[in-house]
């Protein structure tokens, strides 16, 4: 067999396995795979720098014991020991649910808005400008006018009150009705951004079907609680879990509107404000960062039994 014999017989032979060279197909489709990862590798550094290392951070302090000059000794589970025997942090969840549940009060006023906003024929732009006004505006400033309008000796609350002969109270110094008034900015808070989502989910629900329900007779009210709710319902679901977390990490208005050294302070502090207080005032960082973990398992509890639940009442059709 001469040496042409050979070269001609090699290329025509097929390649031992494990040595087949890549085909066009297999070389495109590695292609394609590394523009994606180079494409979506900002993105993934970015999560791991400012979510996942910042997590497994605050989980190795949670597991430890922070000494008077910053030095930490392994403590195991105790932060979360005393966590669960502190009354001090009970308390402070027990505000939070109080101001989150509150503040689901919220959803059906957004929902009544959104619908009235839908059905004007002019004009509806500007009124979802007037109530997204709070979602652009700082916190603090908003904090600093709703404490001058709860304010007990000059506020406009108490000013309208007498009007009626009703006498007003210190709301935000009163322990007993500091944590309601919070909810009540909350509320108007969370209004503008409710209302643009349901008025969103507002807009994907077909004319026709109002039109062959006027057709059969039924008014308003019927067509509201027979279409528009049903159809709502993926919206309003959303709404209520994006309300829980927002509530559930509520801190600034408390800043701003209790402040330190108030009467109220401890009687509505939440518990993103008693991490506050333990972490960066008294300097307990180990405490703090157990705060902030059980703080962030109770959140994906719940939103899990909300995602659990949300298949008996919310409708996709």
């Not at 732009?125 to 505006?137: H, K």
């Not at 939440?270 to 506050?276: A, G, Q, W």
């Not at 962030?296 to 995602?307: D, E, K, P, V, Y």
Request: hydrophobic share 50%; proline share 5%; charged share 10%.
């Amino acid at each position: 067999m001469n040496q042409r014999s050979v070269r001609s017989l090699a290329q025509h032979s097929p390649a031992a396995p494990g040595h087949r060279p890549l085909t066009q197909k297999r070389k495109r489709s590695l292609r394609e795979a590394g523009t994606g990862l180079a494409f979506i590798f900002p993105a993934l550094l970015g999560l791991l720098a400012l979510y996942i290392w910042p997590l497994l951070t605050t989980v190795i302090v949670s597991l430890s014991k922070t000494g008077p000059f910053g030095n930490r000794k392994p403590a195991g589970l105790s932060q979360y020991a005393k966590l669960s025997k502190d009354p001090e942090f009970w308390g402070a969840l027990q505000n939070s649910v109080i101001y989150s549940a509150i503040v689901l009060i919220g959803i059906p006023i957004a929902v009544l808005i959104a619908v009235m906003i839908h059905n004007v024929r002019r004009g509806a732009s500007i009124y979802r400008v007037l109530f997204f006004l709070p979602v652009v505006t700082l916190p603090v400033a908003i904090g600093m006018v709703w404490r001058y309008l709860y304010n007990g000796e000059f506020g406009l609350i108490n000013q309208f009150l007498q009007i009626f002969g009703i006498k007003g109270a210190n709301w935000v110094a009163n322990p007993h009705t500091a944590i309601y008034a919070l909810s009540i900015v909350g509320i108007w808070m969370s209004l503008g951004v409710n209302i643009i989502i349901l008025g969103a989910g507002l807009k994907t629900i077909p004319t026709e079907l109002y039109e062959a329900a006027s057709i059969d007779g039924a008014g308003s009210k019927r067509q509201f609680f027979s279409i528009t709710l049903p159809l709502l319902s993926p919206s309003i679901f959303l709404v209520s879990v994006l309300s829980v977390i927002s509530s559930l990490q509520m801190f600034d208005l408390i800043y701003v509107m209790i402040g330190k050294g108030s009467p109220a302070e401890s009687s509505s502090q939440t518990v993103v404000y008693l991490f506050f207080r333990k972490a960066f005032i008294e300097g307990d960082q180990g405490y703090g960062a157990a705060i902030a973990i059980t703080l962030l398992l109770l959140i994906m509890t719940i939103t899990a039994i909300q995602f659990r639940v949300q298949r008996k009442w919310v409708f996709y059709g």
